[in-house]
């Protein structure tokens, strides 16, 4: 029984020694082999090998373990803590479900039961072994994609671009230690929300599919933490979602030759962005948080900008009704909300609330005014907006009282 992951063995006897391990795991294969002495039972035995020392490095197992550390298994992690010798073996990139089952096995020869799987011998790990620990596979052509056998488990970069895939491939979303996924130049239509249990994906490439959304699901999911660099472009994407914004670690944003309409209108949420391209597409307006951000780079060439409205919309209400008075209050306040605690419509109507001027929050009571800003002042390099030299786009806004729009004339002038 083998186990392929990384693998970094400390003696617990350095600190008291005044010395630190290097922290730095290797490639290995772990083996649960036998041994059987002279005149007596055979003995289960922890061999780990690596490719510098391919006979490997030998542990008893039967009453020797101090403890075992499951916390992060299911993320292909776990450490194996031995009282003879004193070394904690760290273990990580792992298959999560292999290494359930190679622990399972070596709990059972630390109690001395029989392990109802084929053990390893003591011979030496060939080097074809550590083959299985590539991490970047690059495949171009449909003829070369896989079919018939898994992807290494040990991707960290994984490319399928011109493979005429019409749907994310399940077997990817088991490839738990992926941080670059390019699927580029396929004809996906629809993204499994499974993508967000790559915990660690920083990078996704979806540039030229047939891609019409991006799920609430998948702007909720880990990718929160994780994702940096989102390319979109050359689908038939037509809006985002108002939770797309909680991506707040994103810092690349390509949205290029879609059919979009508007952006996210808490876009200034996105406070990490520092490269935003989204060339044409069909935007009449950027939305008053786009003022927020803070771009190093900005594309928006080729896109429908209108001319700002003379006349403001009005859409005000005396006195408020209560729900938007209720609405107000809870916004303002931050008073915590779910669908478990208020129907699900309100929780919508909350999330797509809109942000005044002066910060604070309406739903369906307000004034809405256009105009324009100069793309310079949130971006270092501005991409020309038309073929006339234009740097400047319409801004709409939106005023939660008449005495916002009053204090607000001058800037929409």
Excluded: W
Aim: aromatic share 8%.
């Amino acid at each position: 029984m083998r186990l392929h992951c990384e693998v970094e063995v400390v003696s617990r006897r350095l600190p008291a020694l005044g010395l630190r391990s290097r922290g730095r795991a290797v490639r290995a294969v772990l083996s649960l082999c036998q041994r059987e002495p002279r005149g007596g039972p055979p003995r289960a035995g922890l061999l780990v090998a690596t490719l510098r020392d391919k006979r490997g490095t030998r542990y008893e197992l039967k009453e020797n373990i101090e403890q075992f550390f499951t916390k992060f298994v299911d993320e292909g992690r776990a450490t194996v803590r031995l009282k003879e010798p004193p070394v904690d073996i760290y273990l990580s990139k792992a298959n999560s479900s292999s290494l359930k089952g190679f622990l399972s096995a070596v709990r059972l020869a630390h109690r001395g039961c029989k392990v109802e799987t084929s053990l390893s011998t003591l011979t030496p790990v060939k080097t074809s072994e550590f083959e299985k620990f590539k991490t970047k596979m690059v495949i171009t052509s449909k003829k070369d994609y896989p079919l018939s056998k898994n992807f290494p488990y040990s991707l960290e970069h994984l490319q399928t671009s011109y493979c005429g895939l019409v749907r994310v491939d399940m077997r990817m979303l088991c490839l738990k230690n992926l941080r670059k996924l390019d699927l580029s130049h396929n004809h996906i239509k629809k993204l499994p929300a499974t993508i967000g249990d790559l915990i660690h994906l920083q990078e996704l490439n979806l540039n030229d599919n047939h891609l019409e959304s991006f799920s609430v699901a998948l702007c909720q999911s880990t990718l929160q933490k994780s994702l940096r660099s989102l390319d979109l472009s050359k689908n038939k994407i037509k809006a985002l979602p108002v939770q797309f914004c909680q991506l707040r670690e994103l810092t690349d944003l390509k949205l290029d030759d879609n059919e979009l309409i508007r952006f996210p209108f808490k876009i200034g949420q996105l406070t990490n962005l520092r490269f935003l391209s989204a060339a044409r597409n069909k935007l009449p307006f950027l939305p008053s948080e786009f003022k927020n951000l803070s771009l190093e780079y900005l594309d928006l060439f080729g896109n429908t900008f209108e001319q700002p409205e003379v006349l403001p919309v009005i859409m005000l209400q005396t006195p408020l009704t209560l729900l938007e008075s209720s609405a107000r209050t809870i916004l303002y306040n931050r008073i915590p909300y779910s669908s478990h605690i208020i129907p699900f419509h309100l929780c919508r109507d909350l999330d797509t609330a809109k942000t005044c001027v002066c910060g604070r929050f309406c739903l369906s009571c307000f004034i809405q005014g256009t105009s324009t800003m100069n793309l310079h002042s949130v971006a270092h390099t501005v991409v020309l907006v038309d073929n006339m030299g234009g740097t400047e786009a319409p801004v709409i806004s939106y005023f939660c009282s008449l005495a916002c729009y009053v204090n607000s004339c001058d800037m929409l002038k």
